[in-house]
Structures are given as structure tokens and as C-alpha cells.
């Protein structure tokens, strides 16, 4: 990520919040990447993706292939000024528990984000604000991103994956994406999401029956200094009010980054998700 020199006036506090999440994610997912499982590393498969119209270019998609007869894809989304490749890692740890499941890292376009200053990064959408009162719904970019997820989930259905076989996830503004996918006016059918550090970025409508909507799983640090926990579980709230089954875990003294004991639970719950009958 390039390095934007400070003015005499020094940095806002909202782009230091967001520098900071940036770095305490990458760093965090990489810790957690080292002592979780400890799972071999196999080759990653690399492949460029195109964006869906000329306004929307997107990055590379990293995929772990599945070491067993693939029936089941994770699509994996990762949070501002990281890559697709950032969480790879984190796939061959939970195919341990889920041989079957082949895993996506899409990357997201760069692209200006406002709150830093207009600098450019991997970015999902542009964000005004900080601030879960300041911050405005459906944001420039946020539309793209969320068609090129459904993009990825038909391509899955397509190749013979049952919907129910796919879950979604996103870290921080991934998180965003990949719930406005699944319980969004467009949304596509998906067996679940995965939310972690993140927030909504839309207003959800209201589903008939909670069994039309797939269960959402949030995962939150209580020292979380970009995305307050509350912000988490006031989307967590409004999810439910939606009509979606869902779950908030939180974690003591962890900030806007990824811990062991998170991890656990996140692949307790992708076991479950998908059904396997393996034990951690």
C-alpha cells in the first residue's frame, strides 16, 4: 500500500482508524495463520478476473482447491487495502474440516476511498465515514462488488454446486458485501455467511419467513477500534429484524484483526454449515 506523506495538520482521526485496521487485519491473519491447525500449504491456483461492466475492474481471485471431490465452495471476502491473497491462508486450515469445499479470495478494484484522503486501494466501496452515524448506506462501488459476488455464486451453480453447498464470508467491509449478496434485494441463495469485524452497508428488506433467508454468523472483537463491536451488533440486530437466523460471538481484548479462538468457531460453524462430521 503506498505511503501518503502527513501534512503540517497531521491525519484525521477517522483515516487513522482506518490505517490501523488495514494493518492490524494483515498482521492478525497472519499470526492466526501460523498457530491455527497448521495445516501444509498446498499451490495456489491464480486466476484474473474481469470486472462486470467498464465502470468495474476487479483483482485477482485466489482459489485452494479442494482435496476431495469438491461438492462445496466458501467465496471469501477480504477487507480495505488487502488482497484475496491475504486469507488464503486461511483455507487449507479449515479443509481440514471441510475436504470438500473448494475456497475463492476475490480481490477487490482499486479504487479512491474518501475517508483516507482520496488514496487509492483495494476497496469493496468508497467510505465517507468512520463513524456507524456518519457512515452512508449503499456507498459508490458497493452495487459492483455485490453483483460480482453473485457473479461468483452462479458461476459455482453453474459448474454443479448445490446453493445450499455455498457460503459466503468477508472480513470488515467484505462482510458488508457479502451480506447485502445474501439478503439483499438482489440477493442469490446461498447455505450461509460468515461475518467477521464488519457491519451492513445497506438496508435489508424484510424476508416473509426466516427459512426464505440462509443463518448469518457474526464474529467480533470487543476492542475493535475501526469497527466498534456495537456497530456489529446493531447490524446483528437489524439481520434478525429482517427475518434471518443469526449469531453474534464476541472476543475479549481483540481489535479489528482475527484470533485462534475466532477461527475456531468460525470453522465450527462452516462444519456445521455444510455438514461435516468432523471434530476439531
Known amino acids: 500500500m503506498a505511503i501518503r506523506r502527513l501534512s503540517r495538520g497531521g491525519i484525521s482521526e477517522a483515516a487513522k482508524r482506518l490505517l490501523l485496521g488495514v494493518a492490524l487485519g494483515v498482521v492478525a491473519v497472519l499470526a492466526a495463520s501460523s498457530i491455527c491447525f497448521q495445516a501444509p500449504r498446498p499451490q495456489l491456483q491464480h486466476a484474473r478476473r474481469q470486472g462486470l461492466s467498464s465502470r468495474a475492474s476487479f483483482g485477482r481471485l485466489f482459489v485452494e482447491e479442494a482435496p476431495a471431490q469438491h461438492d462445496a465452495t466458501v467465496i471469501w471476502l477480504h477487507g480495505l487495502g488487502d488482497t484475496g491473497e491475504g486469507w488464503a491462508d486461511v483455507g487449507p486450515q479449515l479443509q481440514q474440516l471441510v475436504p470438500s469445499a473448494r475456497f475463492l479470495f476475490p480481490t477487490a478494484q482499486t479504487q479512491p476511498v474518501s475517508v483516507n484522503s482520496g488514496m487509492s486501494m483495494p476497496s469493496w466501496f468508497d467510505i465517507n465515514s468512520l463513524e456507524p452515524e456518519l457512515f452512508a448506506l449503499n456507498p459508490p462501488g458497493f452495487a459492483e462488488s455485490v453483483a460480482y459476488v453473485l457473479k461468483l455464486v452462479q458461476e459455482q451453480i453453474d459448474a454443479g454446486i448445490a446453493p445450499e453447498r455455498i457460503v459466503l464470508a468477508g472480513f470488515s467491509q467484505g462482510g458488508a458485501v457479502v451480506l447485502e449478496a445474501a439478503l439483499g434485494e438482489s440477493r442469490t441463495a446461498v447455505g450461509g455467511v460468515l461475518v467477521l469485524s464488519s457491519f451492513l452497508g445497506s438496508k435489508l428488506p424484510k424476508s416473509g419467513s426466516a427459512e426464505a433467508l440462509p443463518p448469518v454468523h457474526f464474529f467480533h472483537g470487543e476492542a475493535d477500534p475501526v469497527v466498534p463491536m456495537d456497530w456489529g451488533q446493531r447490524s446483528f440486530s ?23 479462538n475466532e477461527l475456531h468457531d468460525i470453522a465450527a460453524a462452516l462444519s456445521k454449515l455444510l455438514g461435516s462430521e468432523q471434530a476439531l
Do not use: E, I, K
Open 238 to 260: 437489524l439481520v434478525q429484524a429482517a427475518g434471518a437466523g443469526a449469531t453474534f460471538r464476541s472476543y475479549p481484548d481483540m481489535q479489528h484483526s482475527l484470533c485462534q
